[in-house]
Structure formats: structure tokens, C-alpha cells
């Protein structure tokens, strides 16, 4: 599975950023798709996921203000990232896990947020 991420850049504090991903190749089986983040000196941490079905799950610190969606006949994970803080800023990660627990991971894009 080949992950495409794009919409990474630099805004404003209260500014609005949307990220994609795009899943090609074997994408037969993928069940969840998200995103993650780590900043620098931080951990890898969980930002949203969404199942086949629809079901998401959000890390506390992003809950009202980013929303998660998927459109499975393109295979691709949005992130709508709105009221963007200084604290967002971070390399964002798509990742896919498929039914089988087989998981994959596109490559960062940067989402930096100036006060």
C-alpha cells in the first residue's frame, strides 16, 4: 500500500488547513485509516481515525475542531483542521491498518501554525 498525503503548510493562529491521503496499490482490506502526528522531541501520537463504517475516534486535544472523513471509493482520508493552535504544529502521518493488522504509513507533511 502506497500513501500520498497532501495540504501540509504554514497558516496563521485560527486558521483552517485540510489534509488528504490517498491509498494505492494493495488496498484490498484496509478497515482504518487516520492520521497522526509528532512534533519534535515528542512521541508519535494519535490525531483521528476513521473506520469502513464511519465510526471515529479523536485525540482530546483536537475534539471540535478537526473533523475526519473518508471517501472509500477513492480510497482517501481527509482531515479538516480548523481553529488551528501554535500546538498543531507537527509532522502529520496518514496510516491505514487493513483487517488482516497489516499496517502502513505515507510519508509526513508539515503543518506549521504561527502565533
Known amino acids: 500500500v502506497q500513501l500520498q498525503a497532501f495540504g501540509g503548510g504554514l497558516v496563521q493562529t485560527g486558521r483552517s488547513l485540510r489534509l488528504s491521503c490517498a491509498a494505492s496499490g494493495s488496498i484490498s482490506g484496509i478497515y482504518v485509516m487516520g492520521w497522526y502526528r509528532q512534533a519534535p522531541e515528542n512521541e508519535r501520537e494519535l490525531v483521528a481515525r476513521i473506520t469502513g463504517g464511519g465510526s471515529t475516534n479523536y485525540a482530546h486535544s483536537v475534539k471540535g475542531r478537526f473533523a475526519i472523513s473518508r471517501d472509500n471509493a477513492k480510497n482517501t482520508v481527509y482531515l479538516q483542521m480548523d481553529s488551528l493552535k501554535p500546538e498543531d504544529t507537527a509532522a502529520y502521518y496518514c496510516?491505514?491498518?487493513?483487517?488482516?493488522?497489516?499496517?502502513?504509513w505515507g510519508q509526513g507533511t508539515q503543518v506549521t501554525v504561527s502565533s
Open positions: 496510516h491505514v491498518r487493513k483487517r488482516n493488522r497489516d499496517r502502513y
